[in-house]
């Protein structure tokens, strides 16, 4: 057992990042060729599918921008900081507590996301990612302005329990890049007993539709588990619609990118009182005050 405590370097933590992580990246451009050649044989490429995915990778490089003028250079500083001068411990880097790191941050990833979704604030930029009438492999690199901020604050704890920052990065990304393969419509079911544990394609189809049953369910990142545990699981039954319930029906990437925003900015605009404009920061979205 000696594998499990044998300490890594941060030289190979970084390796095995780049390796797992950009490997699955390029599998994903891979597997979009795949998914493009497919809609053609079918018959239903179109040009509006063209400019949807091209949107998606726009906002993919867009992220990053916005992030950094949004300080998120000075927040992942925060993570040496709390990590070398607030952390309780400082973990070795080995097998168990990689594992563990890849565990919690999974188990971060669920209530992360389901933050996104359930307040005025966190869909304000979500909603990009979901408003996508598609569902194929570039859907998953679609992001809102401010998709690279908010995990930063979900995660911070996990330097003050003393999981190295670079550990951290490399195990949240793992975790959205597992996610990342998920966007296809192509897949079926897989095995039940990797349904039962797993995040698989047939459970996100459902997390991306706008069926009525389907809404704020699946949230989980690479196990399906946290959704059976906390209430939040729907097997994928009726055929998926996918998009949002108000369609933006546009492939104009600003609009894609921004569009969060003068929506929220709408309904809060409608508050009658300080306390009911802060609410619609912490409330669902589409929450309305009493007697409005």
């Not at 966190?122 to 859907?139: A, D, Q, R, Y």
């Not at 809404?215 to 729907?234: A, P, Q, S």
């Amino acid at each position: 057992m000696d594998w499990l405590t044998r300490e890594w370097s941060l030289e190979h933590i970084e390796y095995w990042d780049y390796a797992v992580n950009g490997s699955l990246f390029v599998l994903s451009l891979l597997y979009f060729g795949f998914e493009l050649l497919r809609y053609a044989l079918l018959r239903k490429m179109n040009w509006r599918l063209v400019g949807d995915s091209v949107a998606n990778f726009l906002t993919f490089t867009a992220m990053p921008v916005t992030s950094y003028l949004l300080g998120a250079t000075l927040m992942i500083a925060a993570y040496d900081w709390v990590y070398d001068n607030w952390s309780v411990t400082q973990l070795p880097i080995a097998a168990w507590s990689i594992v563990l790191c890849i565990l919690l941050c999974d188990f971060i990833y669920y209530w992360e996301h389901r933050f996104m979704h359930r307040t005025g604030m966190g869909w304000l930029t979500h909603t990009v990612h979901h408003s996508s009438p598609e569902f194929n492999i570039s859907v998953a690199y679609r992001f809102g302005p401010l998709d690279g901020v908010y995990p930063l604050f979900f995660h911070l704890p996990l330097a003050a329990l003393g999981f190295h920052p670079v550990l951290i990065f490399a195990a949240e990304i793992l975790v959205q890049q597992y996610q990342a393969i998920l966007h296809t419509r192509f897949v079926p079911k897989l095995p039940r007993w990797f349904e039962a544990a797993f995040n698989t394609p047939s459970h996100h189809r459902v997390h991306h539709g706008s069926n009525p049953q389907y809404h704020d369910k699946n949230y989980g990142g690479i196990l399906i588990v946290w959704d059976r545990l906390f209430g939040t699981f729907e097997p994928e039954v009726e055929a998926v619609r996918y998009g949002i319930t108000k369609p933006i029906d546009s492939v104009n990437p600003l609009v894609v990118f921004l569009h969060g925003f003068p929506r929220f900015w709408k309904e809060a605009g409608q508050a009658r009182s300080v306390a009911e404009f802060f609410a619609y920061f912490v409330r669902p979205p589409g929450w309305k005050p009493a007697n409005s």
